[in-house]
């Protein structure tokens, strides 16, 4: 929210050091004094990171040549049926 520079994991500087502050648990307080969920300041975080690597991936096309920016929630969360006793997909129910 505050707009910070997120280090790589394992590359953070040891002068590095977010803007804003936990105040309690559960609760992250922003440079803004915007009270906000940390859970949410954290998915934000990801995502925020996540873009970033879905924009330089954009140039990389995967084995079957669509594109990982052409993904869809739909995509992510509908789940697969797999019957495992005999490891194919189950018939789709509609």
């Known amino acids: ?3 910070d520079n997120l280090p790589v994991f394992g590359e953070k500087p040891a002068e590095w ?9 559960g609760l992250y307080r922003t440079a803004l004094n915007l009270y906000v969920n940390a859970d949410g300041n954290g998915a934000l ?3 925020k990171k996540v873009a970033g690597t879905i924009r330089q991936s954009r140039r990389f096309a995967n084995a079957n040549g669509s594109d990982l920016i052409e993904l869809s929630r739909g995509a992510l969360t509908t789940p697969v049926r797999v019957r495992l006793w005999t490891l194919n997909e189950s018939p789709s129910r509609d």
């Open 1 to 3: 929210l505050d707009n």
């Open 17 to 25: 050091k977010p803007s804003g502050k936990r105040v309690k648990r």
């Open 45 to 47: 975080n990801i995502i």
